[in-house]
């Protein structure tokens, strides 16, 4: 029996003013200046009410909470559902791209 396609990547579009926060620049030293700052991640849940969760502190990231702006479902919705494992490996690989590409990015 194939695995249950019961997860989504997602990545919601942060604040620029993430970009004042010395340990979120630390992690992302190819920035390049006017492109998006993200946070990628994965969840069981519809994006959309795990976007909610983070923005009311439930079980929350801490930069999305803070300057979490909009979900962009226009970088991530082609791939969904996935398996547990697609979800976590597209996770990672997704960040790495973004940031390849010169965004800011925070990764689950």
């Known amino acids: 029996m194939a695995p249950r396609k019961l997860y989504h990547v997602y990545v919601v579009e942060l604040s620029q003013d993430v970009l004042l926060n010395a340990r979120f620049m630390r992690s992302n030293p190819g920035y390049q200046p006017g492109k998006p700052c993200v946070y990628v991640g994965m969840t069981g849940l519809d994006p959309d009410v795990r976007f909610d969760k983070h923005k ?13 702006v909009r979900l962009m479902p226009e970088i991530y919705a082609l791939y969904n559902p996935l398996t547990y494992d697609e979800a976590r490996s597209l996770e990672v690989e997704l960040g790495i791209d973004l940031r390849e590409g010169g965004f800011g990015v925070w990764k689950a």
Not at 56 to 68: K, M, S
Request: aromatic share 16%.
């Open 56 to 68: 009311t502190g439930i079980q929350a990231n801490h930069y999305v909470q803070e300057f979490g």
